[in-house]
């Protein structure tokens, strides 16, 4: 498993289902190329075994990352 695929794992189903599917690999390709820009040492632990604080950490900001992103598009 990638580490795109371990962060997008934790991301609340009721987001993605609301994305429709022609945007969703887009939706979640950026979303884990900004993760990975703006928190590199949290996404470096996602390539390999990450704890139980980095995947919570990690929880928080994809989640906050989808909201904000679906309320702009009104999808919230």
């Known amino acids: 498993m990638t580490a795109n ?10 987001y993605l289902n609301k994305i429709p599917k022609i945007f969703r690999k887009h939706a979640t390709e950026n979303t884990c190329k900004l993760i990975a820009k703006e928190h590199p040492d949290l996404y470096k632990a996602f390539e390999e075994e ?25 999808m919230l």
Not at 65 to 73: A, G, Q, S, V, Y
């Open 5 to 14: 695929e371990k962060i997008i794992a934790l991301v609340k189903p009721e």
């Open 50 to 74: 990450a704890s139980a604080e980095e995947k919570e950490e990690m929880k928080k900001i994809v989640n906050g990352i989808f909201e904000e992103r679906m309320k702009k598009h009104k």
